[in-house]
């Protein structure tokens, strides 16, 4: 995981350094931490790299709020989260899509708590690149940005917005990699990205504008996973 905390505190910075080392050495998982002590140099040297970003809110100049919301016109999908002694201002971390938010001083419990939320929030975010062998060429998307994948007579369609693209091949052949990225079966021709699951309609699953049957086999399968997505499990 890569992480940004951005404090102007240094006792702060070293306490939450202190949490996420305890934290991944329990985990026994890999993490890099990248400090920065105001909002504006965050913000001017802002990498689209980091996979989570601890926020103080009470910071000189640019506050963290203001910066929250700057950061949304860049990255609308990074996991955000403040950190804060000044409780009467933790409510404004929804109006940015926060995650969530800590009171100072830190304690190591509720920090583990936000922990395990964030790494929800970060797998929900998860994309990867999708080469696609099409009759023009080899093309390039991205997981997120696929509606559903429709299997038809050989060939994979894969439905995007604005343009749907015809490649030879199977889908229990892409399934398992597409799966990591909240895609689900909703029948032996299709997988579909939960992310843009606008309603379940009867028999039918409304994605992207377009209804998908779900089959009577998948029906409970595809219902589970829809419901675990749906509440950050």
């Known amino acids: 995981m890569r992480i940004a905390i951005v404090d102007d505190s240094p006792e702060d910075q070293a306490q939450l350094a202190g949490c996420l080392t305890r934290y991944f050495a329990n985990a026994g998982a890999a993490y890099e931490t990248t400090f920065f002590s105001d909002a504006q140099a965050f913000l001017k040297d802002y990498h689209y790299t980091f996979d989570f970003i601890i926020l103080d809110i009470d910071m000189p100049g640019l506050s963290g709020i203001e910066a929250a919301k700057i950061l949304r016109d860049k990255d609308p999908h990074v996991t955000l989260m403040f950190v804060t002694n000044m409780p009467q201002y933790a409510i404004e971390a929804y109006s940015v899509e926060a ?8 304690s190591y419990p509720d920090f583990c708590l936000k922990m395990k939320k964030a790494e929800r929030y970060i797998l929900r ?10 009759s023009e060429g080899t093309v390039t998307r991205r997981t997120s940005q696929i509606f559903y994948v429709e299997s038809r007579q050989h060939y994979l369609y894969y439905h995007m917005k604005g343009e749907c693209l015809k490649v030879r091949g199977k889908l229990s052949a892409i ?16 997988l579909v990205n939960l992310a843009y699951v606008q309603g379940i309609e009867g028999t039918d699953v409304v994605v ?23 509440g950050g499990l």
Request: aromatic share 14%.
């Open 99 to 106: 995650m969530d938010y800590m009171l100072k001083p830190v």
């Open 125 to 134: 975010n998860a994309d990867a690149p999708v080469l696609l062998q099409t």
């Open 175 to 190: 399934a398992d990699s597409l799966y990591p990225y909240h895609f689900a079966r909703a029948g032996e021709s299709y």
């Open 208 to 230: 992207g504008g377009d209804r998908v049957p779900i089959s009577r086999r998948q029906r409970a399968q595809f219902l589970s996973a829809f419901t675990r997505y749906a």
